[in-house]
C-alpha cells in the first residue's frame, strides 16, 4: 500500500537554527513527490517537485533533496514567518493514477523569535 | 491571473443536510481535483475531474459525488451530511496529466 509518513510531527525551532524536516513513502512507482507549505486554516501553498533520486530544488531558506525512500525539507536560518504546517506528498506511478496525490499528515514547524 | 478559488469560505449545515461546494481553477487549468482535510490531518483524495467527467476516485462513498462545467469550474456535493463529514473541504487545479497542483483556501464545513 502506498504511504507517506513525515516526522517529526512537530518542531520548535530558535530563529537562526537550522533542520530538517523528514518524508519517508513507500510507493510501486513515484511519479513525482511534492512539499506544501499550510498556513492554519489556508489551502496548502505549493514549494517544489522532486521526480527523481538525487534532485534536489532550491527557494529562499528552502532546501528538498529526493532519495529512492525519503525526502529532506532543509531550512537554513528559519525566520519567524517560515512557521506553518509543512506538508510532503506523493503521486504513485499506477496506470490508474491520473493525478491522485497521497499525503503525509504533516510537520507543524514553530521557530521562535 | 487568479490563483484557485472556492465558495463559499465557510459553511454550517445539520446533520443529514446536503451541501454544495464551488471551485474554479488556476486559469489555463483544466483539471480539478477534490480532497478533504480534517483537522491534524494530511488532505485525502475524493476525487478528480477532467473533460467534464469523473477520472479518479478515492476511498470516499456514494454520497459525495461531483460535476465539472464546461468552462473547468467544478462542484463538489454531499449528502446526508454526517458529524464526521465536518471539515476543511480543499479543491487543487492542474493542467492535463501535469503533476503539479496547485490548491485554493479552502471551504471550511462544519456539521452541527
Known amino acids: 500500500e502506498d504511504q507517506v509518513t513525515q516526522s517529526p510531527e512537530a518542531l520548535r525551532l530558535q530563529e537562526g537554527e537550522s533542520s530538517s524536516l523528514n518524508c519517508s513513502y513507500t510507493?510501486?512507482?513515484?511519479?513525482?513527490l511534492f512539499w506544501y507549505r499550510q498556513d492554519p486554516g489556508k489551502g496548502p501553498e505549493f514549494l517544489f517537485t522532486?521526480?527523481?533520486a538525487g534532485e534536489e530544488k532550491e527557494k529562499e531558506r528552502l532546501k528538498a533533496t529526493l532519495t529512492k525512500k525519503e525526502s529532506f525539507l532543509h531550512i537554513t536560518a528559519p525566520k519567524p514567518e517560515d512557521s506553518a504546517t509543512y506538508l510532503c506528498?506523493?503521486?504513485?506511478?499506477?496506470?490508474?493514477?491520473?493525478?491522485?496525490?497521497?499525503f503525509g499528515q504533516g510537520t507543524t514547524l514553530q521557530v521562535k523569535p | 491571473d487568479a490563483g484557485v478559488t472556492q465558495s463559499p469560505t465557510h459553511l454550517i449545515k445539520t446533520r443529514g443536510q446536503q451541501v454544495t461546494l464551488r471551485c474554479s481553477p488556476k486559469?489555463?487549468?483544466?483539471?480539478v481535483s477534490w480532497y478533504q482535510q480534517a483537522l491534524g490531518q494530511g488532505p485525502q483524495f475524493i476525487f478528480q475531474?477532467?473533460?467534464?467527467?469523473?477520472?479518479q476516485r478515492g476511498n470516499f462513498p456514494d454520497r459525495f459525488s461531483g460535476h465539472q462545467f464546461p468552462n473547468y469550474s467544478s462542484e463538489l456535493n454531499v449528502n446526508a451530511l454526517l458529524l464526521g463529514d465536518s471539515a476543511l473541504y480543499l479543491c487543487?487545479?492542474?493542467?492535463?496529466?501535469?503533476?503539479?497542483?496547485?490548491f485554493g483556501q479552502g471551504t471550511r464545513l462544519t456539521v452541527v
Open positions: 487543487a487545479s492542474s493542467f492535463g496529466r501535469a503533476t503539479e497542483a496547485f
Open positions: 510507493v510501486s512507482g513515484l511519479r513525482g
Open positions: 522532486l521526480y527523481s
Open positions: 506528498a506523493v503521486q504513485p506511478r499506477h496506470p490508474g493514477n491520473t493525478g491522485k496525490l497521497i
Open positions: 486559469s489555463g487549468h483544466d483539471t
Open positions: 475531474y477532467y473533460e467534464e467527467e469523473e477520472r
